[in-house]
RNA sequence: GGGCGCGUAGCUCAGUCCGGAAAGAGCGUCGGACUUCUAAUCCGACGGUCGUGGGUUCAAAUCCCAUCGUGCCCGCCA
């Protein structure tokens, strides 16, 4: 609706300013600060000033006064204000976007008939997911959904580095060592955490054995890698074997955030299939490529990066990178667009896949990249080899454990007597629990880098996950007090109800707020960043509860009529805030 | 040394791409509000030369230049 309104005020503005023979290439349309009644303004008579030989507030009346607004659907008036020209917002448009928003999908945009694949995490398959990069599947799933909100069609991957080294190594160590050469009991009863630990021990061995045992073990690995580049069945199997196992108990943990994929691509599937090995035929052909020191690779230099990329090593081998190109024009082939989440120490890397993929004749406008800063330790990075990190396992635990606590805590303090049995407190706890720690990821610009703190990481507080799902929470309860039940029952609110009886400066700020919700969807899907959605919902929460504390939905003394009309508003809120969160890949709970 | 991020209240962050209305939240501190549709809420107060210095502009947190601090990267690793 908010994106009708917008489209309506460039138009009339655009008109109004031809006819005054001024320049039309810049509206100057910008959102009002919070205070100003208006939905929408022009700053365009500053422009103006100089062209018009009056000063702006002069300009600003007369274009004011060149709109009519009675021709427009859902401007109701065009007032100039100083320099400025504000529109406000007709009772039309606010009665189609609570007719729009009463609706289950309300934000969700027009298909868009373009397939688009998200590629996030693709953590190497080592050990168990550590906090470090939680970024990444957090991040990864809210883009994910976010551009399938935005009417893409999304296919969720995990592309599994199953070929480079340390893997070769994992499976040598897998095959060498026994359980009684291990140090420590698995830290958890989950297969990667049982595994790890000969990772840990074959890294161990590598760095300490004596010098001939470390020869016949690097021979070993080598005749793996070997065998793998070769496209050996044998090979594959073996590292397979351990890939597989580790990936299932990896794959776990994300489910617990949720973070689901759709497909688990290896990369070994670009060297069976022989792709690699055209990949490296036709970068040879290239005016870039330079046989140098044995190698082949790639010079950049002319294309603004100093360093150049190896596509085959001088044994012969392929590198992560040169599979990773392969990898891309099979996405390119399979979708329309390809985002990649990934960690900014691999931005030098992205650039030179760019760049190869261009060079290579690969239309890459289709190719966005989204770069996150790592989480590091006060003391330092985390590492799966070395066996320093938090787990992203004992993070949710904490978190669904300390949630748990606070509801309890809170139930005692109750003035009401809420029902919650002992199911309600376990579903809150995790709700809540790892609702916070995802939104705290989600809401902040990946860029920015983050120490993980305990206590920071926990934090409940307002303008946190609770804060949101409390609002989700209090619409349901309204609309269950009014015996609608939230889940099945939404159809059962009267929609057709007189927006003009929404008449408090509250209930209209609400709904304005609603609005805007599939502008924002549609901005944030543009520009890949799930966090301007944590920051619509933080607002919205904000006009809610200014709302709630304002308008009454059912008590005794409000006219029945008003009552129809505020608790479609409250349906609205419920599928406004429920989609937002679904985004963010936060719970919504129906009580807290 | 070079490349790319980041620097906004005591702390954690929005806002910066696309310049406009006396800089916005939360935490913390202080003071208020539960016989009311759930107080994980709300209301009020205190708190800022938007790292620093220049420039462009009617207008700069936002654009340009310089500079300082900080993170990441600069492997025939991934």
Redesign the pocket.
Known sequence: MFLSLRAEVEDALEGALSTLDFPTD?L?I???????A?VL????A??L??EAGAP?PQVAGRIADEIDADELTYVAEVQA??????FLPSDAYLAETLDEATDETYGRLPDRDTSVVVEHTSA?PTGPVHVGRARNPIIGDAVANLVDFAGYDVDRHYYV?D?????AVFTWAYETFDEEDLDEPPERDRIEYDLVRYYRKGNAYLENAPEDEVEAAEAEIESIMQGLEAGDDEAYERVSEVVDQVLGGMTECLARLPAEFDEFVK?TRFMRSGATDDLVDRLKELDESIY????W?LELEDH?I???L?F????G?????TRDLAHHEWKFDEYDRAVTVL???????AKQVRTTLELLGNETDQLRQV?Y??V?LPE??MSTRRGTGVDLDDLLDEAIDR?RE??ED?LD????D?ELDDDDIER??HQ?GIG?VRY?IV???P?????FEWE?AL??????A??V???H??C???L???GIDPETGMDDVETAVDAELLETEAERDLLETIARFPAVVD?AA??L?P??IA?YT?EF??RF???????????DDVDPEVREA?LAL?AASKHAVANALSILGVAA????
């Open positions: 810049d100057g910008e959102e009002p600060p919070e205070d100003v208006s303004a022009s700053s365009v500053f422009r000033a100089d702006p204000q100083g320099p400025y020209l504000n190497n580095n070929a480079g080294r340390q893997m990369e140098e020191e044995d190698a690779q603004g100093d360093k150049n190896v085959l090593r001088s044994d081998t392929s590198l992560y990178a960690g900014e120490d691999h931005k030098l890397q770069l800063s790592y590091n330092g990075k949630a606070e509801v809170r303090d109750r003035i009401r809420d809150i706890a809540v916070a705290d809401s902040k610009q860029t920015k880098a983050i120490t920071r934090d409940f507080e307002a303008q946190s609770p804060y799902q409390y609002v929470a209090r349901c309860g309204i269950e007090e009014a901005e543009d520009d960043q966090h301007q920051t933080r929460a904000n509860n200014g709302f709630y504390r304002e308008c009454p939905v059912l008590a505020r409250v709970p129906r009580s807290m």
